[in-house]
């Protein structure tokens, strides 16, 4: 059985990953592939419940490094209950965030350093990198105000400081920069008509 493609969807707030993840999962359909979609933190029921102490308000400032090691915790179990799983079986996985998130957000946002969030990503999932990552980037501007379009209460993260989001976006396109292979930046600013045209070049140019 050959091992289905794992591919991760990445961006800041409001860069549009979940209206790209419909996009992406019907476009692997269309060619006959089976789909399993899942989220970090998230994916899993004790998971869910990491990420529900991760993103509720009312948990308040955590200390970088707890929070870094609870994304690490649901990844885990995210990785070994489904991720792993899928790809033996040979479906194709489609996450929303990955380690890349970790790298941005941790690593840069909170200042810990990718070097540290690479050492736990060694420990934690050796060896597996996703085979295509999406980097929708999008200015803090932008992704701040579509956010603030949806009229929805605003989750621990999307309450951050603009300084806070602009690191986790040049967090973002530096190891966008490190690994041009892997991760593919859609200017994700641009018209949703524009953003599923850069999209599906990608697709075709990295999957057929
Ligand atoms: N996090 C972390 O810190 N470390 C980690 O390791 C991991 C995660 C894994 C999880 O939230 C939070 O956890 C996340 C990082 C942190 N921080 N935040 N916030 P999440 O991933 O569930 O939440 P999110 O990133 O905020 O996702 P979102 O709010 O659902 O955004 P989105 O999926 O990228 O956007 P969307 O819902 O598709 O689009 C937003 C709105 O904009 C919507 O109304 C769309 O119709 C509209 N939209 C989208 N694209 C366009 C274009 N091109 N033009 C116009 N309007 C558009």
Redesign the pocket.
């Known amino acids: 059985m050959k091992r289905g493609r794992f591919i991760t969807l990445e961006?800041g707030?409001?860069?549009?990953?979940?209206?790209a993840a419909a996009l992406i999962e019907r476009w692997l359909l269309e060619r006959g592939r089976t789909v399993v979609r899942s989220?970090?933190?998230g994916g899993t029921p004790a998971a869910e419940k990491i990420r529900h102490l991760?993103?509720d308000p009312e948990t308040g400032e955590l200390d970088p490094m707890t929070e870094l090691l609870l994304?690490f915790s649901a990844r885990r179990e995210n990785l070994v209950r489904m991720i792993e799983p899928a790809l033996a079986r040979g479906d194709d996985v489609l996450c929303?965030?990955?380690?890349d998130?970790?790298r941005a957000?941790?690593g840069g946002g909170r200042r810990l350093g990718i070097q540290l969030v690479n050492r736990l990503a060694a420990l934690v999932h050796p060896g597996l990198e996703p085979d295509l990552t999406l980097l929708?980037d999008v200015s803090v501007e932008t992704g701040m105000q579509?956010?603030a379009?949806?009229g929805k209460a605003a989750?621990r993260?999307?309450q951050s400081r603009t300084d806070f989001l602009e690191r986790v976006r040049a967090a973002y396109l530096t190891q966008a920069r490190l690994e041009p292979e892997r991760i593919v930046v859609i200017d994700?600013d641009?018209?949703?008509a524009e953003?599923e045209r850069q999209i599906i070049r990608a697709l075709e140019r990295c999957l057929l």
């Open positions: 961006g707030e409001g860069a549009g990953k979940t209206t989220r970090e933190p991760l993103l994304m929303d965030r990955f380690t998130a970790s957000y941790q929708l579509r956010v379009g949806r989750d993260f999307e994700a641009r018209s949703l953003v």
